[in-house]
């Protein structure tokens, strides 16, 4: 099959042949995507859904790459990326119409510029707000669902749904969509009300300062490799199980931050998948926890 075929079925974004993932995910790992897709507009997303399932072409969705672990040998089909499209930003009756691929930086930025509050906790999280919406990412400041108030997103077959976000299943890093497969393609937030933006900017660089002073710097990661268990710390029992600095080939549980796993500069996926398990392993041996990981391995995650 050849690329045209997407460009004659009306697809107007941005199609790559054989592009490494390594290069659109923070981890820096992983082979080739047979077809890597940047759609422009909603209409494009959804030529390519559509596309990918008469084609019978697996079709896997990827954000910022922050929170994802690719395979090696590359993916065969369609990566549909909305980072770098689908970057549509608007302030309407009060909230903020942010499409999918929109960093978390850029929302953070552009609540700021209208003296919207409540967007702090996200400016310093390295991935887009359709990321964000699925994963329902968060901190001690707030989460996706704290903001959210509907969500815009295509089914399999390229239909267009909108959901309030009272019926999104937000937990702890879940949303709806890790169980009723949805590629969410535009998401309206609201913020905690007006404030200076002094105020605002003062938050969201302590934020970011303090997320540095506890985060490995300049690292090849996908933050914190593990879920937080119930009344405890993932990093904590990594911390007391010997952990800290465990390598395989390139790569390491950082030594700054137990909880991430780091790329020391040629670790393969196969290197950091027997590390997570290296460290599941020594966590439930001699702490009786089994660390579940956070970390979306992107062929598990098969869309269509
Ligand atoms: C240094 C560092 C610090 C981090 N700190 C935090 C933190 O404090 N809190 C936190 O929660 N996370 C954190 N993360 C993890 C990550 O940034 C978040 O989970 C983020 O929300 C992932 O968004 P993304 O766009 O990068 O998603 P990706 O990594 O591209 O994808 C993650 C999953 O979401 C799915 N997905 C992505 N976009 C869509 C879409 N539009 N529709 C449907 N599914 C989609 C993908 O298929 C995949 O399964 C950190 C990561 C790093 C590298």
Known sequence: MKADVFVRAGFTGTVLLKEPLKRHCTFCIGGPAQFFLVPRSVEDARVALQLAGQEGLPLYILGGGSNILAPDEG???VVLCTRGGLEGLAFEDGLIRAGAGVTDEALAEYALERNLAGFEWIFDIPGTVGGAVFMNAGNNEGDAASNATLVRWLDRGGVLHETAASDLDFSYRHSVFHSRPGLVVEALLHGSGQDDPTAIRARMDAGRALRKSKFPAEALC???????????YA??????????GLKIGDAKVSEKHKGFIVNCGQATGQEVRDLVREVQRRVLDSQGVALEPEVCLLEDKRFI
Do not use: M, N, T
């Not at 029992?237 to 952990?243: M, P, R, T």
């Open 75 to 77: 993916l065969r089909g």
């Open 235 to 244: 990093g904590r029992l990594i911390e007391v199980s010997g952990c800290g």
């Open 222 to 232: 996908a933050g914190s490799v593990f879920k937080r268990p119930k009344g405890d």
